[in-house]
Structure formats: C-alpha cells, structure tokens
C-alpha cells in the first residue's frame, strides 16, 4: 500500500479515496503509511479522504485519534462529493 500511494503522490496525484471497505484489520504501521502520505499531500495543497471503514477498523481509527485527523466518509460517493 505504501509503495503505491507514493508512487501515486510522486506522479502528482493531490486527492486521492481510500475505500477501506475490503480491511479487516489495520496496524500501527498501516496507521503511519495514512498519516505520511496525508502529510506529502498536506505540502501540495491535496487531501486524502477515507471511506467504508469496518466497524473495528473504525474503532482502531478513533483510539489512534485517527478520525480526528482524516475525513472519513461512509461511501465512496459521499467522499467524491466532499472532495
């Protein structure tokens, strides 16, 4: 995931929709990767949104404080609105 959201920002993407839908389970390192790419996007005026998380995903998120600093939207489409 990593390798491929940074190609992504190195090719100049600045908005880019995680759909966490298919994600079980999130570790702390998995928390760091969102978090480095928010801040390379933050430095291009881009953002990064979040969508589908799965209940203990989402509970993961708001221990971490997570969902205070991402957007987190319930579908794809509310995201795409909100961009």
Known sequence: MEEELNLAVSKGAR????DLDSVEYISSAGLRVLL???KRLKKKEGAIKL???RPYV????????FTQIFKIYNTAEEAMQNF
Not at 15 to 18: D, E, M, S, T, Y
Not at 58 to 65: H, P, Q, S, T
């Open 15 to 18: 908005k880019l929709l995680i």
């Open 51 to 53: 969508c589908c998380l």
């Open 36 to 38: 480095a790419v928010a």
């Open 58 to 65: 989402k509970e993961v998120f708001d221990i971490a404080g």
